[in-house]
């Protein structure tokens, strides 16, 4: 299904449980979105968690680990996706193994969406296929005009993912700094988060930015390489 969405929207196959930095608080979670990426987890799963929790990455990393299993995925954000017919998104998605809606918030108040989605549940529930779905608000909280909708979110297993503090940002950019096979020192490492925005999304931004810069210019990442290559 991932290859008829328009514009070639689809799950960014870069990303995995495996460079997700993990939490203590969110290793139950993370532990169960792999058991059912792989068909071995819960059917319905809800996670919510503030802006920068993780969340897409996660429901991402769900799509790359059941391709890498076999099995047929579909990663769909709304907030790419909400001004196309929901009837169209959603055709076929019993035929999935794994549905991962983002953004879920969005198609609240959305009529189009609200019954698609209520109609879909119905029919992946027939098929067995599992639906991971993510959002900021808890699903008692995005306030569906749709009853019958409302009372099947209330029903999934609902988890709620921690977001990070500064430290813990700090640490995640290492991690991912590892992940790519780059040495970063912590002190390389503090002065990027203070100087770039704190957002993680953009600290990783700078950090692929640098590993690029790194590998052309045959250079480490020192303090004055990375104050060169991002003009500060």
């Known amino acids: 299904m991932s290859e008829q969405l328009p514009l ?54 769900a799509c790359q680990a059941a391709s890498v299993a076999g099995l047929r995925s579909a990663y769909l954000p709304l907030k790419d996706l909400i001004l196309y017919p929901a009837r169209d998104l959603l055709d076929g998605v019993e035929q999935l193994h794994l549905l991962c809606i983002d953004d879920l918030d969005l198609a609240a108040g959305n009529a189009d969406w609200e019954e698609t989605l209520f109609h879909s549940y119905n029919r992946m529930l027939q098929s067995g296929s599992a639906m991971l779905i993510a959002a900021a608000k808890p699903a008692a909280a995005l306030g569906c005009t749709l009853a019958d909708l409302q009372s099947r979110l209330s029903s999934y297993s609902v988890y709620q993912l921690r977001g990070l503090q500064d430290e813990e940002k700090m640490q995640a950019l290492q991690f991912r700094a590892e992940c790519l096979g780059l040495d970063l020192s912590q002190e390389v490492v503090e002065y990027l988060y203070h100087r770039a925005s704190r957002n993680l999304e953009s600290l990783f931004a700078c950090l692929e930015r640098l590993d690029s810069e790194s590998l052309r210019q045959k250079r480490g990442l020192t303090k004055p390489f990375v104050k060169q290559v991002m003009e500060w």
């Open 8 to 61: 070639g929207l689809g799950p960014d196959k870069s990303l995995s449980f495996d460079n997700f930095h993990t939490l203590g608080a969110n290793r139950l979670l993370v532990n169960q979105l792999r058991l059912q990426a792989v068909g071995e987890g819960e059917q319905w799963v809800y996670l919510h968690g503030a802006a920068e929790s993780g969340r897409s990455h996660l429901l991402q990393a």
